[in-house]
Every structure is written in structure tokens, then in C-alpha cells.
């Protein structure tokens, strides 16, 4: 039905910059919401940042001011830039859409995660 790649995630110093792409394909009408969650070790999973199809974003209060959520709406890509990274940003990130199918269904898809760790 729909199907999420993301790319992007790494190994990078405190301080340093990241930045995550995701693509969706499928049987898709129109997409919603776009978004990015991350699961640490031992933690819930959280909501990092999102953008609807209006260009509205939300973040995280943690995140605001360092990470910049974007979308290619022709293209059904989200990407987030994250910038001034620090050790407790390091997890799993999962981007996340709310899509309308050709068929006139709406789902929620996840990708496969792609891990960020920000180490020196």
C-alpha cells in the first residue's frame, strides 16, 4: 500500500549536523501529515516533528530551534535537518505519513527506522 525508504542516519560528534530523508511510493491519493518519531533505548517512542500538507510544522520542545522539518510535496518526501545534535538525540528515527490510498482508505505507515548516534 505504502512504502516509506529513509536515508541519512549516522554516527556524528556532539554539536555536529544530520539530515534525514524519507520517500514514500505506493498506492497513494494524497498525504496528510508527514513526520518524524525516534525511539531511544529503553524509552517510549516520540513524536520528533511533523508537517501537514498545508506547511504547518510541530516539534518537540526538546528539538525546537535545532531541527528543521521539510517536505517535497510533489515528490512525497519529508526530510528533517538536524542541527547542534546532541548525545540525548541518539536513537532510532521512524518516518511516519497519514495517507489517503487511491482507494479512498487512510492509513498510517512507518518506515524502517534509520539510527542516529551522536558520540564523540
Known amino acids: 500500500q505504502v512504502q516509506l525508504v529513509e536515508s541519512g542516519g549516522g554516527l556524528v560528534q556532539p554539536g555536529g549536523s544530520l539530515r534525514l530523508s524519507c520517500a514514500a511510493s505506493?498506492?497513494?491519493?494524497?498525504?496528510?501529515?508527514m513526520g518524524w518519531y525516534r525511539q531511544a533505548p529503553g524509552k517510549q517512542r516520540e513524536l520528533v516533528a511533523t508537517?501537514?500538507?498545508?506547511?504547518?510544522?510541530k516539534y518537540t520542545d526538546s528539538v525546537k530551534g535545532r531541527f528543521t522539518i521539510s517536505r517535497d510535496v510533489a515528490k512525497n518526501m519529508v526530510a528533517l535537518q538536524m542541527n547542534s545534535l546532541k548525545p540525548e538525540d541518539t536513537a532510532v528515527y521512524y518516518c511516519n505519513v497519514e495517507a489517503r490510498l487511491r482507494g479512498g482508505l487512510d492509513i498510517g505507515a512507518w518506515g524502517q527506522g534509520t539510527q542516529v548516534t551522536v558520540s564523540s
Open positions: 505506493g498506492s497513494i491519493f494524497s498525504i496528510h501529515v
Open positions: 508537517i501537514g500538507n498545508d506547511g504547518n510544522t
